[in-house]
């Protein structure tokens, strides 16, 4: 099966991580903690996830004109990410503050930067055959993608910001997690909707009535921070080739349950053919 060219317009960041043994309350401070410094945002994670399942890669956004933007490009270019379309702009590279306790679970705070300068360029959009986008570059953003595409267009709705009505109606796929289903009401207006339950695995939606579900695979959890993204990236690229609801769900779950295992937002995956086979597929 050969997969979709996808063009991933969306965030870059450096992830600061912390791992500690729980999560601060409020006005807690919490001692020893491990730091570690590494490569994030929802774009490039999406983006590096879909190259390493094998799908041919290129993506917009933005870094800034500092060190930790020419190690974020050079980390997209290594893991076989286009980055012609990523701009330098006049702001710091964008920052993700995380914190991961002993189960996995996580707290993310993230200072744009550079991803609000992003601007989509509009030809490059249209030429695409895929195109997946986030929010983290700001709804203006997408909406000028939701205008240019042509294509297959999956809109992953995190962080969960209201999305204008025509974005909804235009994309092929809106993928969101239980929270950011319950806040945004206006997903009924979407054609497809995937939505993910943690571990109690994922539903596909399709005119707001349920199309299939599946479980979540069980597997070790050491961080949650990528398995999203790896997610979205499946199921975009699975939905995209034309594989039926239910095959694209149990691909994506695989997918994710191998980026579980590891504590990197951008972890190390298996080509496509191997998920398809794991989930029953081919």
Request: aromatic share 2%; with cysteine.
């Amino acid at each position: 099966m050969t997969l979709p060219a996808l063009l991933v317009v969306g965030s870059i960041n450096q992830d600061l991580t912390a791992r500690a043994a729980r999560l601060p309350g409020p006005g807690e401070t919490i001692g020893d903690a491990r730091l570690t410094v590494g490569a994030g945002g929802k774009g490039a994670n999406q983006a590096v996830a879909a190259a390493r399942l094998g799908a041919h890669v290129s993506m917009i956004g933005a870094v800034g004109d500092d060190a930790a933007g020419r190690d974020l490009l050079t980390a997209l270019a290594a893991a076989g990410v286009d980055t012609a379309g990523i701009a330098v702009g006049s702001e710091a590279t964008g920052t993700a503050l995380i914190v991961v306790d002993e189960a996995g679970e996580n707290q993310i705070v993230v200072c744009p930067g550079a991803n609000g300068e992003v601007a989509p360029d509009t030809a490059t959009v249209a030429a695409a055959p895929v195109v997946l986008a986030q929010l983290e570059t700001g709804v203006g953003a997408v909406e000028i993608v939701a205008r240019a595409a042509t294509g297959f267009l999956a809109v992953n709705a995190a962080p969960a910001l209201l999305l204008p009505a025509d974005v909804l109606v235009r994309a092929d796929l809106v993928i969101v997690n239980e929270s950011e289903a319950s806040a945004l009401p206006g997903l009924a207006a979407a054609r497809r909707v995937a939505v993910t339950y943690g571990e109690a695995g994922s539903a596909l939606f399709e005119g707001g009535r349920e199309v299939a579900r599946v479980r979540a695979v069980a597997t070790e959890v050491v961080s949650t921070v990528g398995a999203g993204d790896a997610y979205c990236a499946a199921l975009t690229l699975g939905l995209a080739s034309g594989l039926a609801a239910e095959v694209a769900l149990r691909v994506a779950a695989e997918v994710a349950a191998d980026a579980v295992k590891s504590p990197a937002s951008q972890p190390p995956l298996e080509p496509w053919a191997h998920y398809v086979g794991r989930a029953g597929a081919c």
